[in-house]
């Protein structure tokens, strides 16, 4: 039996061709484009160990804000900085 208070991680690291990237549209507009992905960046996890260890005390801070309730979070990461958009 797993520990809830402790991150548990299986790595699976795929190669990632490319990936949705913001672009400018026709209009000027900001779009979501497919763009390749170079070969360094093919084989890097999507996430570090320190971005998976802040995700997971995010986690258990935003439940220990619904009364210890699993929640669904939506999230978008630049760079280092985690922005949480919806909980």
Same mark, same amino acid.
């Given at each position: 039996?797993?520990?809830?208070?402790?991150?548990?991680?299986?790595?699976?690291?795929?190669?990632?061709?490319?990936?949705?990237?913001?672009?400018? !549209?026709?209009? !000027?507009?900001?779009?979501?484009?497919?763009?390749?992905?170079?070969?360094?960046?093919?084989?890097?996890?999507?996430?570090?160990?320190?971005?998976?260890?802040?995700?997971?005390?995010? !986690?258990?801070?935003?439940?220990?804000? @619904?009364?210890?309730?699993?929640?669904?979070?939506?999230?978008?990461?630049? !760079?280092?900085?985690? @922005?949480?958009?919806?909980?």
């Amino acid at each position: 039996r797993l520990d809830p208070e402790e991150i548990h991680w299986r790595s699976d690291i795929r190669q990632k061709p490319e990936r949705l990237a913001p672009v400018r !549209g026709f209009d !000027g507009k900001p779009t979501l484009e497919k763009v390749a992905n170079s070969e360094e960046l093919q084989k890097k996890p999507a996430l570090n160990e320190n971005m998976l260890r802040r995700l997971f005390q995010l !986690g258990k801070h935003v439940e220990a804000r @619904y009364a210890g309730e699993p929640t669904d979070m939506e999230i978008v990461i630049v !760079g280092d900085k985690i @922005y949480p958009v919806q909980a």
